[in-house]
């Protein structure tokens, strides 16, 4: 057998991931087999960058890239040329500036312009512009500085320039002689001098001798007199005792007159004849009580005396009484007590032998 060695018996080719090499399986006793040259690059694995970088990330040769680096800080000791840089950066030598700066439109600007980033977020050649007192206040309209103004602003050293038609808080222009009152609601309102609301009097003081003439209404929870309240409307809850008191209508009323409540909520006077009510609305209104009823009177052709004798003409009926042969049986079957009412069957001995005859259980 020829040598490995021998390139005649053996040309040398270039390797292809089916060409087969002969070696040891050392999971099968070392037996001798053939393994394909992809299978046995296969057992080499391809080196991330981190990997690289973590074996050694300083070298001294240099780094061609056709594609973007992208990096959270880029230090270098020399100069960076032809590049883009985008991103955070932090470069510890000076940059080449090139010359020619084109902005997005593909102008190189005039002398004096600033790159200005626009609504596309692109970069364009402009002048630099001065903002106006307006946009100076929209971008913020509070400070602590003071404000020196040497030209004409509306308000001259010596004269004040006050505006026409103010208003007030909800829109009103006042009156003439009025003054503009700040409110506790940090509001300004138009308001005559010394004029106070009837609350403001009332929490200074509550109590006053004077008399008070009031040519309109007064509404109130409650009212309180101690002496006479006269040729008035009270409405509402109150608490009066005066004389001459008026209806609704108005009048006095007459004596022995009550004031009774309409149904359209009034108070009228009318004369009431206590009236004795009959036996039906006294039912009507309620048929249960737990007091006993003594009539000495006829009631319906039924006589009631001392005796509790009952007689008349019209016959009495006991609803739902029940049916029994006897004493015993009422007791026993029936279940009824000493005292209980029962009527016989029929089906009971001589005498009880007739059906319907009332009895008193003994």
């Not at 050649?125 to 404000?147: E, K, P, S």
């Amino acid at each position: 057998m020829s040598k490995i060695s021998n390139t005649s018996a053996y040309p040398t080719t270039a390797p292809a991931d089916g060409d087969l090499l002969i070696g040891t399986d050392i999971n099968d006793s070392n037996a001798t087999k053939t393994f394909t040259i992809g299978s046995v690059v296969a057992l080499t694995p391809a080196d991330t960058l981190a990997e690289v970088l973590t074996a050694g990330n300083t070298a001294t040769n240099n780094i061609v890239l056709t594609g973007d680096i992208s990096c959270t800080n880029l230090t270098s000791t020399t100069a960076i040329s032809a590049a883009t840089i985008t991103g955070t950066t932090s470069v510890t030598t000076p940059l080449i500036i090139p010359t020619d700066i084109q902005d997005v439109n593909g102008n190189t600007g005039t002398v004096g312009q600033y790159l200005a980033k626009n609504a596309a977020n692109s970069l364009e050649w402009g002048a630099f512009v001065t903002g106006t007192l307006a946009d100076v206040l929209a971008a913020g309209n509070i400070a602590a500085n003071g404000i020196t103004l040497t030209g004409a602003t509306g308000i001259i050293a010596s004269t004040v320039s006050v505006p026409l038609d103010i208003r007030d808080n909800i829109g009103n222009f006042g009156t003439a002689g009025q003054t503009l009152k700040k409110s506790a609601a940090n509001a300004l309102a138009w308001e005559t001098v010394g004029d106070n609301t009837l609350a403001e009097v009332l929490a200074a003081g509550n109590i006053a001798t004077n008399s008070i003439a009031l040519t309109g209404d007064i509404a109130c929870t409650n009212l309180g007199a101690t002496l006479v309240v006269s040729a008035n409307t009270v409405e509402a809850t109150v608490y009066v005792s005066p004389n001459d008191i008026l209806d609704s209508t108005p009048s006095t009323g007459t004596a022995g007159q009550y004031l009774r409540k309409s149904a359209a909520n009034a108070l009228a006077w009318e004369t009431v004849t206590p009236t004795i009510p009959n036996l039906s609305d006294v039912l009507a209104s309620g048929n249960s009580a737990a007091n006993g009823i003594s009539l000495t009177g006829a009631t319906g052709g039924i006589a009631i005396n001392t005796q509790a004798e009952i007689a008349g003409t019209t016959p009495l009926k006991i609803a739902n009484i029940s049916s029994f042969r006897d004493d015993s049986d009422a007791g026993l079957s029936g279940g009824l007590a000493a005292g209980d009412v029962y009527q016989t069957d029929g089906t009971g001995l001589a005498p009880l032998n007739a059906a319907g005859i009332l009895m008193v259980k003994q």
